[in-house]
């Protein structure tokens, strides 16, 4: 049953804590990609990563941070240093073959919530 | 910057109506135009449009672009209560592949 899984579904993180959001997709997919929603926006792109080994900073890289040591796996590390963390996080994935690379596939989502 | 922007944000109708949701961008080497539906979680994906003046359908759902205008529209025809949900639109385009850029999204509610 191929798809993309996130975890966990709820995060709450005291300030000044660093956590990291698991995202895992057995879709054989090469592109991986990490948003975030805020209520009354769309998705904002983070990070992305077209092959193992190599990512991008998106449009908010700011206070973030990414690994892509393996092809399925592409977690996120919230840092200390992002200024309003709370939020609704999304992981996506895609082939990298024409335009197959523009539909991206989304996983459930993780609602992180800092107090 | 590339800009997506759609409209309405929100919209209420009654099961049995026909919605139009719009979606205008401006974005530099456009590639493509999804339109993606999320219901609670998980946007799930739509249509994808790459040729303007081409319909594509899927049961009550339909969609086209246009290129010159630099938009394209979503329509639900009999509209029910399941159609209820947030309506993204992204737009492929820049020096990246794979990079999508989101709309805000149109929150349609659909009442019985």
């Known amino acids: 049953d191929g798809g993309i899984t996130q975890s966990p579904k709820y995060l709450f993180r005291k300030e000044g804590q660093n956590v990291t959001l698991s995202c895992e997709q057995n879709?054989?997919?090469?592109?991986m990609y990490w948003y975030r929603q805020d209520p009354g926006q769309g998705l904002r792109l983070i990070y992305y990563s077209q092959i193992v080994n190599d990512f991008q900073k998106g449009d908010i890289a700011e206070g973030y941070s990414v690994s892509r040591e393996k092809k399925e796996s592409f977690p996120l590390t919230v840092t200390s240093a992002q200024k309003n963390p709370t939020a609704f996080y999304l992981c996506a994935s895609s082939r990298r073959t024409g335009e197959n690379y523009n539909e991206q596939f989304f996983g459930p989502g993780t609602r992180l919530t800092v107090l | 910057e590339d800009k997506v922007v759609q409209s309405p944000l929100s919209l209420v109708v009654h099961e049995g109506d026909t919605v139009t949701l719009n979606c205008s961008y401006e974005v530099t080497n456009f590639r493509s135009l999804l339109w993606y539906k999320q219901e609670k979680k998980a946007p799930t994906f739509l249509f994808m449009l790459t040729s303007s003046g081409i319909e594509k359908k899927s049961g009550r759902l339909s969609s086209i672009l246009d290129k010159k205008e630099l938009f394209s529209i979503l329509n639900i025809t009999a509209t029910q209560t399941g159609d209820s949900a947030v309506y993204l639109c992204a737009v492929a385009g820049g020096t990246s592949y794979g990079k999508l850029t989101f709309g805000q999204g149109t929150i349609l509610t659909v009442h019985p």
């Open positions: 879709l054989n997919h090469d592109a």
